[in-house]
């Protein structure tokens, strides 16, 4: 198997989805904003300081799942999609997967956010097998809790084996922006750092991984 991973937010998108949807949610009127914001803020300067909790982060971002039908929930996100993420696709993004594509490599997204959130997007990016991070559904409900590893630093690792499953890689390729994903690029035999943070640049620099610049 030739593999190529693809990261999410500030690799394929020009912004956080997570920290998007949590704003969008605001901007709505469909959450306290004073509370949410403030929540929503201080989890993603934790995240950028690698410093998150994923399983409170994720928990806090599937209180507002559990009190909604899926059908609902489906046409907020179309919202959402239409409104905020669209247009922060990444040209350059498509076209690094068209060319995995041409090539017959394997596809896979891999991301900290939750399956809600990303699962749609990477679909619209044309990847279809999504690693991420879990939310509970019990009789088509959201339960607002985390099921399996969360999918951050080097949880990526645990939940990429697990999708293995002990098959074999002959070659893999590692798209990122960020530090919190610096055990994945290493982990990759071709590391590509995308509009890299400030300590991911310097690592790169380092290592002599190749960096791009995607951003729109």
């Given amino acids: 198997m030739k593999l190529a991973l ?3 937010d500030h690799t ?19 959450v306290d904003p004073i509370r949410h914001r403030q929540m929503n803020d201080k989890f993603y300067e934790d995240y950028k300081a690698g410093q998150l909790d994923p399983i409170a982060y994720n928990e806090f971002v599937f209180e507002f799942l559990t009190q909604h039908d899926n059908d609902y929930l489906t046409e907020l996100h ?11 696709m990444r040209p350059e993004g498509f076209a690094a997967i068209q060319r995995h594509k041409d090539a017959g490599h394997e596809l ?8 809600f959130i990303t699962a749609p997007i990477f679909h619209e990016f044309g ?32 939940r990429l ?3 293995l499953q002990g098959r074999d890689i002959d070659e893999s390729w590692a798209y990122s922006d960020s530090f919190n994903d610096r055990f994945l690029l290493e982990y990759a035999d071709h590391a590509i750092v995308v509009n890299p943070d400030e300590r991911l640049e310097a690592l790169a620099k380092a290592q002599n991984w190749e960096i791009q610049d995607w951003s729109i």
Avoid: H
């Avoid at 394929?12 to 469909?30: K, R």
């Fill in 6 to 8: 693809f990261d999410l």
């Fill in 161 to 163: 084996e697990q999708w």
């Fill in 12 to 30: 394929l998108l020009n912004t956080d989805s997570d920290y998007s949807w949590g704003e969008f949610l605001v901007n709505e009127g469909l």
């Fill in 78 to 88: 179309e919202l959402f999609m239409k409104k905020i993420i669209r247009p922060q």
């Fill in 108 to 115: 896979v997204g891999i991301t900290a956010t939750s399956d």
């Fill in 127 to 158: 990847i279809t097998e999504i690693i991420a991070t879990n939310a509970e559904v019990v009789d088509g409900k959201y339960t607002g809790k985390v099921i399996n590893t969360a999918c951050y630093q080097k949880g990526k690792l645990i």
